[in-house]
């Protein structure tokens, strides 16, 4: 069960890379999402979102009761999940995949606003919590700039 705690919670070991292992998770969920994706079923990414953070809240909770750490940097699930939040509402492509990754990586890393606020959350909720805030930020944005470009 350990083993697949870790392969789930750093996404098939993702969260065990020495350098930025959060951005890592970013970019390989934003490939991901390119590849998986289309025009006829990416209405599925908020359904495979939800599903994921509820499979990260689970797992992170048995990670995190064997760490001394409240947010370890080897748990990359919550990454992967609002990465993929920042990306349900626009159409699959390149061009949106590039503005996605570096809008959520913003919020992700600056905790402005809301984000500030669920990482203060305690428990694998707090961790899963504050990139889906980050995501739904990203998300707001793109959506506005869509309307007004």
């Not at 940097?73 to 999940?81: C, F, Q």
């Not at 699959?92 to 990482?119: M, S």
């Not at 203060?120 to 990203?138: E, F, H, N, R, T």
């Amino acid at each position: 069960m350990k083993i697949l705690i870790d392969v789930i919670v750093s996404t098939f070991y993702i969260g065990r890379l020495p350098l930025a292992p959060g951005t890592w998770a970013s970019i390989a969920a934003t490939i991901s999402w390119l590849f998986i994706f289309d025009a006829t079923n990416s209405f599925l990414v908020p359904l495979y979102s939800i599903i994921l953070f509820f499979v990260g809240v689970y797992f992170s909770h048995l990670s995190l009761k064997k760490s001394n750490d409240h947010d370890p940097s080897y748990i990359v699930i919550d990454e992967w999940v609002g990465q993929w939040v920042a990306l349900s509402f626009i159409p699959v492509n390149l061009n949106f995949a590039i503005v996605g990754f570096i809008l959520f990586r913003f919020f992700d890393i600056t905790k402005i606003g809301p984000v500030k606020y669920f990482e203060k959350i305690p428990g694998a909720l707090g961790v899963m919590s504050d990139d889906i805030a980050a995501g739904l930020m990203s998300a707001i944005v793109i959506f506005i700039a869509r309307i007004v470009i």
